[in-house]
């Protein structure tokens, strides 16, 4: 079973600070992605890698950062959190075009 | 704009029919699909992905492709009310390992 995991199910942070999402997964896939899903807008994806140290930008990553210093992790950071950025936040990892998602972290931004 | 497109719903069907979900596809070039199930309040899951034109069978799952026609459609067979959920339309985008994903429709199976 594949399994991808993701720091925390909930998250209460203050306007301006700095968060810090982490992914794991545990089948030695290649590629990682950082989606956030927010009701009437869908599934939007923030970025993703392909490779350890490698990452490309997705539809909206104004305001986020990622890190992929080994393979099997992928972090997600907001720089300086804001209000609009309170969401659900999804990562997932796959080889090929099949992606398998994590549990999801809910953050509010207060 | 590339897109894929679904009905929002709710699709309701009595427990025991068969859901039918369909969704359309813009990028011709899109050679893989998949269907994604997500409950309220968790993690979308995939249950069936479907790469050549035809159908394909998985349990109560059948998965359609017409590349032609440029739609994705998924039969649940004996529908069941833990069926109820949110499904997915996924396909692959501009030849990458990304996937476009549609809005998703909302399946109530009534008991």
């Known amino acids: 079973d594949v399994k991808v995991t993701q720091s925390s199910r909930y998250l209460v942070k203050r306007t301006g600070e700095k968060v810090f999402l982490e992914c794991v997964q545990d089948?030695?896939?290649?590629?990682m992605f950082w989606y956030r899903q927010d009701p009437g807008l869908g599934l939007r994806l923030i970025y993703f890698?392909?490779?350890?140290?490698?990452?490309e930008k997705g539809d909206i990553p104004e305001g986020y950062s990622v890190s992929r210093e080994k393979k099997e992790r992928f972090s997600l950071i907001l720089e300086s959190a804001s209000t609009n950025q309170t969401s659900m936040y999804l990562c997932?990892?796959?080889?090929?075009?099949?992606?398998?998602f994590g549990p999801g972290t809910r953050l509010t931004v207060t | 704009q590339k897109e894929v497109e679904q009905n929002s719903g709710p699709l309701s069907v009595p427990e025991g029919a068969i859901a039918s979900l369909n969704c359309t596809y813009s990028?011709?070039?899109?050679?893989?699909f998949f269907w994604y199930r997500q409950y309220s309040g968790k993690s979308p899951e995939l249950i069936m992905s479907?790469?050549?034109?035809g159908d394909k069978e998985d349990g109560r799952f059948t998965a359609q492709l017409n590349k032609a026609s440029q739609y994705v459609s998924l039969l649940i067979r004996d529908s069941q009310p833990s069926d109820s959920a949110t499904y997915l339309c996924?396909?692959?985008?501009?030849?990458?390992?990304?996937?476009?994903f549609g809005s998703g429709t909302r399946l109530l199976v009534r008991p």
């Open positions: 089948m030695d896939h290649e590629n």
């Open positions: 479907i790469y050549s034109n």
């Open positions: 890698s392909y490779d350890v140290k490698m990452k």
């Open positions: 997932a990892s796959g080889r090929n075009y099949e992606q398998y």
């Open positions: 996924a396909a692959e985008l501009d030849s990458s390992y990304k996937l476009i």
């Open positions: 990028d011709r070039g899109s050679q893989s």
